[in-house]
């Protein structure tokens, strides 16, 4: 059976009219599900009775299994267990503007990035809509406060599961849903071209990042298995493309790792690669895991590396750390609990 929470606006206006009733009855229902947070169809009171067991029968109102929550300053990584048993996470970061909720979008992932534990393990499969909502529903259930931002950049590759991911912006940006603004949301892409043109087409105004990770395609090939398919040139040229018909400044997110991307040659190679753009780096420090052989770069190199990028007037900050004391690190927690 279907679950509501994966149903857009659109998609229950279609849903009454087949049935029979008033598209109103749509905006109503998601008034319910979204602002009132009902737990039972039973607590609707202007919707009539036929209608609502219509519902009933053709979509479940259930939510995932809160597994398990790791907290530390500032952060909280979530793990849910699916109806079919698998596990994703999610994770909560408060910051001075609100609090933020990086979502995934798989249960696993085929990018295969070499660094990172969620491309370790492959794809299971795509993840509903409904099971991307609920992870922000309930993130914001636990925690009894709003959430104002989000970032679709947890397990899995967004733009591999692409209906499910624009049903759930729609779901989240609207203003009877979670009513999250558009330019509070952000989805990043470890590089798929096609994707990334077809997104530039969206009418919302949602931020795009990219992992980029290096400043060249024999250290992006090395560790990014999409650069042998969509190379640095290829990308780059779809990032032209898609701030021609967005007008929107695109985030680079580049992770340090020690003796592979860190260099001060590198620096300035990833200056010279995003100049002229309207863009802004994000350095974040390596989150290490367990299982695979990557360092984090020592701070100096990594003050060094922000130095160069700086004195050529690229846009560049160092992401704040969460959760050196808790799984972290994209997948970790998923890992752990699995066993693997």
């Given at each position: 059976m279907m679950n509501i929470y994966g149903l857009s606006l659109d998609d229950m206006e279609s849903y009454f009219e087949r049935i029979g009733a008033k598209k109103f009855h749509a905006l109503q229902l998601f008034s319910w599900l979204y602002e009132k947070r009902i737990q039972s169809y039973d607590e609707i009171t202007n919707i009539r009775r036929e209608y609502l067991d219509k519902l009933k029968s053709n979509y479940s109102i259930s939510k995932l299994k809160l597994v398990q929550v790791e907290r530390d300053v500032d952060v909280s990584k979530y793990l849910f267990e699916l109806s079919d048993l698998e596990h994703i996470e999610a994770v909560l970061m408060r910051h001075d503007y609100g609090n933020s909720v990086c979502v995934?979008?798989?249960?696993?992932?085929?990018?295969?990035?070499?660094?990172?534990?969620s491309g370790r393990r492959k794809?299971?499969?795509?993840?509903?809509?409904?099971?991307?909502?609920?992870?922000?529903?309930?993130?914001?259930e636990d925690l009894g406060e709003r959430i104002s931002h989000v970032v679709v950049m947890g397990i899995g590759e967004p733009f591999d599961n692409y209906e499910n991911?624009?049903?759930?912006?729609?779901?989240?940006?609207h203003p009877k849903g979670l009513a999250i603004g558009a330019r509070h949301i952000t989805v990043s892409t470890c590089g798929v071209v096609p994707k990334i043109l077809e997104f530039s087409q969206l009418p919302m105004q949602v931020n795009l990042a990219i992992s980029l990770h290096a400043p060249n395609?024999?250290?992006?090939?090395?560790?990014?298995?999409?650069?042998?398919v969509y190379p640095i040139e290829q990308l780059?040229?779809?990032?032209?493309?898609?701030?021609?018909?967005?007008?929107?400044?695109?985030?680079?997110?580049?992770?340090?790792?020690?003796?592979?991307?860190?260099?001060?040659?590198?620096?300035?190679?990833?200056?010279?690669?995003?100049?002229?753009?309207n863009c802004y780096i994000n350095l974040i420090p390596y989150n290490s895991t367990?299982?695979?052989?990557?360092?984090?770069?020592?701070?100096?190199?990594?003050?060094?590396?922000?130095?160069?990028?700086?004195?050529n007037h690229v846009n560049v900050t160092?992401?704040?750390?969460?959760?050196?004391k808790i799984s972290a690190a994209c997948g970790q927690l998923r890992s752990k609990k699995e066993g693997v």
């Amino acid at each position: 059976m279907m679950n509501i929470y994966g149903l857009s606006l659109d998609d229950m206006e279609s849903y009454f009219e087949r049935i029979g009733a008033k598209k109103f009855h749509a905006l109503q229902l998601f008034s319910w599900l979204y602002e009132k947070r009902i737990q039972s169809y039973d607590e609707i009171t202007n919707i009539r009775r036929e209608y609502l067991d219509k519902l009933k029968s053709n979509y479940s109102i259930s939510k995932l299994k809160l597994v398990q929550v790791e907290r530390d300053v500032d952060v909280s990584k979530y793990l849910f267990e699916l109806s079919d048993l698998e596990h994703i996470e999610a994770v909560l970061m408060r910051h001075d503007y609100g609090n933020s909720v990086c979502v995934s979008s798989q249960v696993g992932c085929n990018m295969g990035c070499c660094f990172c534990e969620s491309g370790r393990r492959k794809k299971v499969r795509n993840l509903e809509t409904d099971e991307m909502v609920l992870q922000i529903l309930m993130i914001e259930e636990d925690l009894g406060e709003r959430i104002s931002h989000v970032v679709v950049m947890g397990i899995g590759e967004p733009f591999d599961n692409y209906e499910n991911l624009i049903r759930f912006l729609k779901i989240i940006n609207h203003p009877k849903g979670l009513a999250i603004g558009a330019r509070h949301i952000t989805v990043s892409t470890c590089g798929v071209v096609p994707k990334i043109l077809e997104f530039s087409q969206l009418p919302m105004q949602v931020n795009l990042a990219i992992s980029l990770h290096a400043p060249n395609n024999e250290i992006r090939d090395r560790i990014m298995p999409i650069n042998r398919v969509y190379p640095i040139e290829q990308l780059f040229s779809s990032l032209k493309k898609y701030y021609k018909s967005t007008n929107r400044r695109i985030t680079f997110e580049y992770v340090l790792l020690k003796d592979i991307n860190d260099s001060l040659e590198n620096a300035e190679e990833l200056a010279h690669l995003v100049q002229d753009m309207n863009c802004y780096i994000n350095l974040i420090p390596y989150n290490s895991t367990n299982h695979l052989q990557f360092e984090r770069s020592n701070t100096v190199q990594i003050m060094r590396f922000y130095d160069i990028l700086k004195k050529n007037h690229v846009n560049v900050t160092i992401r704040k750390e969460f959760g050196g004391k808790i799984s972290a690190a994209c997948g970790q927690l998923r890992s752990k609990k699995e066993g693997v």
